[in-house]
């Protein structure tokens, strides 16, 4: 069975900042997809950037972006410029190429003081 | 476009009562997810429609819950009789066709207290 761990339950983040969230994953596929969701709250979860595993090159979205260690098994994010509005649980997931669900990891409350 | 509605967002009952959730996933979405999302834990997904057949329930606790989606559209979750730890968030998401090529879209969730 895949599992997710998120090893940092809570992380702190100055305005303008950069903070990096760890996510480490134990699979035998070798074809799988990573995500980060953000869920602020009380609001919709949403997705924040995903990975393919075939892809070497890290995923990047305006201010977020990753540090995909395949061999290492390890999935990071790494937000830029933190602003207040990034204060959320960020969980990372993980999805197989042939399964059903995402496996999601027990988050890491974000939280981004002025 | 509007995003996955449900309901109701609060939800208290108590232990041995039934309860029912409702979601209706963006349109024209086939695929449509219930998630379980217990406090200080990441969603755990109960079951997984394709149109209005299920693809994947193997998580879904059945003696207790059961779950329709009739017309390949709206769906309910039932829960019956209710536990103690069913208390969680009840998350619906929805997306064009299966993950992972692409991309789940969630509701708000229905959070459940049993007391």
């Known amino acids: 069975a895949q599992t997710v761990t998120q090893s940092q339950p809570e992380m702190s983040v100055q305005e303008a900042e950069t903070v990096t969230l760890s996510c480490t994953y134990d699979?035998?596929?070798?074809?799988?997809?990573l995500f980060w969701y953000k869920q602020p709250p009380s609001r919709q979860m949403i997705l924040v950037i995903r990975q393919e595993a075939y892809k070497q090159q890290n995923a990047t979205e305006n201010r977020f972006s990753v540090n995909f260690q395949k061999a290492a098994k390890s999935f990071s994010l790494k937000i830029s410029d933190s602003q207040l509005g990034d204060a959320a649980m960020y969980f990372c997931a993980y999805i197989g190429n042939s399964g059903y669900a995402l496996n999601f990891g027990k988050g890491t409350s974000l939280l981004v003081t002025p | 476009e509007a995003g996955v509605a449900q309901s109701p967002r609060y939800k208290i009952i108590e232990k041995r009562q039934s309860v029912a959730f409702w979601c209706n996933p963006i349109s024209g979405h086939a695929t449509l997810y219930w998630y379980q999302q217990i406090l200080g834990q990441g969603p755990k997904l109960l079951i997984q429609f394709q149109n209005n057949g299920v693809v994947d329930d193997s998580q879904l606790p059945k003696d207790r819950f059961s779950a329709e989606r009739l017309k390949g559209v709206d769906s309910t979750l039932k829960i019956q009789p209710a536990k103690l730890e069913d208390s969680a968030v009840y998350l619906c998401?929805?997306?064009?066709?299966?993950?992972?090529?692409?991309?789940?879209?969630f509701g708000p969730g229905t959070r459940l207290t049993v007391t």
């Open positions: 998401a929805s997306s064009p066709l299966p993950v992972p090529v692409y991309e789940q879209y």
């Open positions: 699979t035998s596929e070798s074809d799988y997809y």
